[in-house]
């Protein structure tokens, strides 16, 4: 089956919740007093976003398993302030695996950070589904 084309998605203009942020940051270790780096990974489980890969991955008959993810920041995300998320998607067949690219800018445009997760699909069969 060929890749599909890649798919662009947003701007979803998404908020850094405080106590989500210090919660997120008591769980990964983080000092509690800055947005962690990996903060974003929280948006892209927005279900806007997700809808899309569940979709994608039940077409396939595939599994999204977390291969990789990396952050890089222009600029600090500051708690409660709302940023535009866009998120790019694309798929490759060897390995099956889907890339999201995600860009984050404040809602004046600047640019924030960089996103990129990276998704093996693996066949659902051996995952419990019968088939």
Request: aromatic share 6%.
């Amino acid at each position: 089956m060929p890749s599909d084309p890649p798919l662009a998605l947003g701007p979803f203009r998404l908020r850094v919740d405080p106590a989500r942020a210090a919660a997120y940051a008591r769980e990964t270790g983080g000092d509690g007093a800055s947005v962690p780096l990996a903060y974003p990974a929280i948006w892209l489980a927005e279900p806007s976003l997700f809808s899309v890969v569940r979709d994608l991955c039940a077409k396939r008959d595939v599994v999204p398993v977390h291969e990789s993810q990396s952050f890089s920041y222009d600029a600090p995300l500051i708690a409660g302030e709302s940023y535009d998320l866009s998120v790019t998607m694309s798929s490759e067949e060897t390995p099956p695996r889907l890339t999201m690219v995600g860009t984050v800018a404040t809602p004046q445009g600047e640019p924030c950070a960089r996103i990129e997760t990276i998704l093996r699909l693996v066949p659902r069969a051996g995952f419990g589904s019968g088939s």
